[in-house]
């Protein structure tokens, strides 16, 4: 049997322990953590068969592993049931609790145990992202002497997060969040087991329904809520206690969404709205800026990624999208939530159904790009300023044509470095206003060859 090797073996401080029945006084989700992997429920991408955790499962081969996936998608619950399946102590910690010397302590124990009973430790490390690239070296040789079955737990990306030697020694398992329907079943288990509220409360359809949904794939979020629900509901005719929509609500208090300012999702949601935006999709576009607000993101810095996309991705299509972002930016600054909100979703609609082109994006792009390769090539002499007589005497702004007195008011001479003589760094598109701009370059680039035509003998 599975056993508590160095004490507290529950990441977040819980009582239940490994190999006995949980603590009555615990909370609902801890009761009714799963026992088997027969009661586990989802996440059937990581349980094909071969996968490393059916071998796991089924007792065949234990090797470390990297839970990736969101809050409450059974990340601590499948490290117990490992632990379980190969029958050895389980240690569980959390970088958010304790530090990388415990764990040191730790797996040092982990490995005299090995050496008196010949076999490993289960060591779950919550939040292993929290512990920095340097600090997870300390893992990596009692892994590889086989002195601990490692399993890391994280909520974001791995490829960023755990450092390039722990990953090669360990496969990441993707977790999803659950699906609506698994929320339901872990729901209705609770109800009806007796280590959760079997005989002391029931709950209406339409109430389970809409703790399923609220929940976010979240079971622990899904449990607790339950939990205070429970406590809260009064007794029905006949002296039930029966759950209510309105007992749900009043639970949730408000729809906690998944995000992360730091990390993947805040990433993940800002590129949705980009690319919305950049799709001239307006209703995604407002979506992903509202799922960005509600979770708590600084609308300051919705309001820049306005700003950034009005020049990146409008540009002179429309004019009037940079100002309008500006605007829409300083709005939020003088007015704040929720007043200023209303503006941030204006510029949103607006540049969603603006006409678009990266034409400048492209072009400054290439400028920059000419800048670093051809270094500091020197403007030719005549568009040089003159202001000293040496200057003047060096040829500096000599036959320089001002354009306000020329045909059409505009001067043929020489802009660009010998080097790059030809070279064109913005081409505008036909689309909006940049059309109108293409136009006037080309009646410019004619008029241009017609007077050097003229001036041919």
Same mark, same amino acid.
């Given at each position: 049997?599975?056993?508590?090797?160095?004490?507290?073996?529950?990441?977040?401080?819980?009582?239940?322990?490994?190999?006995?029945?949980?603590?009555?006084?615990?909370?609902?989700?801890?009761?009714?953590?799963?026992r088997?992997?027969?009661?586990l429920? !989802?996440?059937?991408?990581?349980?094909?068969?071969?996968?490393?955790?059916?071998?796991m499962?089924?007792?065949?081969?234990?090797?470390?592993?990297?839970?990736?996936?969101?809050?409450?998608?059974?990340?601590?619950?499948?490290?117990?049931l490992?632990? !379980?399946?190969?029958?050895?102590?389980?240690?569980?910690?959390?970088?958010?609790?304790?530090?990388?010397?415990?764990?040191?302590?730790?797996?040092?124990r982990?490995?005299?145990?090995?050496?008196?009973? !010949?076999k490993?430790?289960?060591?779950?490390?919550?939040?292993i992202?929290?512990?920095?690239?340097?600090?997870?070296?300390?893992?990596?040789?009692?892994?590889?002497?086989?002195?601990?079955i490692?399993?890391?737990?994280?909520?974001?990306?791995?490829?960023?997060?755990?450092?390039?030697?722990?990953?090669?020694?360990?496969?990441?398992?993707?977790?999803?969040?659950?699906?609506?329907?698994?929320?339901q079943?872990?729901?209705?288990?609770?109800?009806?087991?007796?280590?959760?509220?079997?005989?002391?409360?029931?709950?209406?359809?339409?109430?389970?329904?809409a703790?399923?949904?609220?929940?976010?794939?979240?079971?622990?979020?899904?449990?607790?809520?339950?939990?205070?629900?429970?406590?809260?509901?009064?007794p029905?005719?006949? !002296?039930?206690?029966?759950?209510?929509?309105?007992?749900?609500?009043?639970?949730?208090?408000?729809?906690?969404?998944r995000?992360d300012?730091s990390?993947?999702?805040?990433?993940?949601?800002?590129?949705?709205?980009?690319?919305?935006?950049?799709?001239?999709?307006?209703?995604?576009?407002?979506?992903?800026?509202?799922?960005?607000?509600?979770?708590?993101?600084?609308?300051?810095?919705v309001?820049?990624?306005?700003?950034?996309?009005?020049?990146?991705?409008?540009?002179?299509?429309d004019?009037?999208?940079?100002?309008?972002?500006?605007?829409?930016?300083?709005?939020?600054?003088?007015?704040?939530?929720?007043?200023?909100?209303?503006?941030?979703?204006?510029?949103?609609?607006?540049?969603?159904?603006?006409?678009?082109?990266?034409?400048?994006?492209?072009?400054?792009?290439?400028?920059?790009?000419?800048?670093?390769?051809?270094?500091?090539?020197?403007?030719?002499?005549?568009?040089?300023?003159?202001?000293t007589?040496?200057?003047?005497?060096?040829?500096?702004?000599?036959?320089?044509?001002?354009?306000?007195?020329?045909?059409?008011?505009?001067?043929?001479?020489?802009?660009?470095?010998?080097?790059?003589?030809?070279?064109?760094?913005?081409?505008?598109?036909?689309?909006?206003?940049?059309?109108?701009?293409?136009?006037?370059?080309?009646?410019?680039?004619?008029?241009?060859?017609?007077?050097?035509?003229?001036?041919?003998?």
């Amino acid at each position: 049997m599975t056993g508590d090797l160095f004490g507290d073996d529950a990441p977040s401080g819980g009582k239940t322990r490994a190999g006995a029945g949980p603590d009555p006084g615990a909370p609902l989700a801890d009761r009714m953590r799963p026992r088997t992997f027969d009661e586990l429920v !989802g996440q059937p991408q990581v349980l094909e068969p071969g996968s490393p955790l059916a071998l796991m499962r089924d007792g065949q081969h234990f090797s470390s592993i990297i839970l990736w996936g969101p809050p409450g998608s059974g990340k601590t619950t499948i490290a117990r049931l490992i632990a !379980g399946a190969a029958q050895v102590p389980f240690v569980a910690r959390s970088a958010v609790l304790t530090g990388v010397k415990d764990v040191k302590e730790a797996m040092e124990r982990a490995a005299l145990e090995r050496r008196r009973t !010949g076999k490993p430790t289960v060591l779950f490390l919550d939040e292993i992202h929290r512990f920095n690239r340097a600090q997870q070296d300390a893992f990596l040789a009692h892994v590889e002497r086989g002195d601990v079955i490692l399993i890391g737990a994280t909520t974001e990306n791995p490829s960023f997060e755990v450092n390039a030697a722990l990953l090669s020694r360990a496969r990441v398992l993707v977790l999803k969040e659950l699906a609506i329907a698994d929320i339901q079943v872990l729901i209705e288990r609770a109800l009806t087991d007796a280590r959760g509220l079997a005989g002391k409360v029931a709950m209406e359809p339409e109430a389970l329904e809409a703790l399923a949904v609220a929940a976010d794939g979240d079971a622990r979020r899904a449990l607790n809520t339950l939990e205070v629900a429970a406590a809260a509901a009064k007794p029905a005719k006949g !002296g039930t206690r029966t759950i209510t929509s309105d007992d749900v609500r009043r639970a949730l208090a408000r729809k906690h969404l998944r995000y992360d300012k730091s990390g993947e999702e805040h990433f993940n949601l800002i590129s949705a709205l980009h690319k919305s935006l950049r799709d001239s999709d307006p209703h995604a576009s407002l979506y992903w800026m509202a799922r960005m607000l509600a979770a708590g993101e600084d609308p300051l810095y919705v309001a820049r990624r306005l700003v950034r996309f009005a020049s990146e991705d409008v540009g002179n299509a429309d004019p009037q999208a940079l100002p309008l972002a500006v605007a829409a930016f300083q709005a939020y600054h003088q007015l704040g939530t929720p007043e200023g909100e209303l503006a941030l979703a204006q510029c949103c609609a607006y540049l969603a159904t603006a006409p678009k082109s990266n034409a400048v994006y492209r072009g400054f792009g290439a400028a920059l790009d000419e800048a670093e390769k051809s270094g500091s090539l020197p403007p030719p002499l005549v568009i040089r300023n003159a202001p000293t007589r040496m200057m003047k005497e060096m040829g500096y702004g000599a036959g320089y044509r001002y354009a306000h007195d020329e045909e059409g008011r505009i001067a043929d001479q020489q802009h660009l470095p010998d080097e790059l003589q030809g070279r064109r760094f913005y081409e505008p598109t036909n689309e909006g206003f940049e059309a109108e701009i293409a136009r006037r370059m080309r009646a410019w680039d004619e008029a241009i060859t017609g007077r050097r035509g003229k001036a041919k003998p």
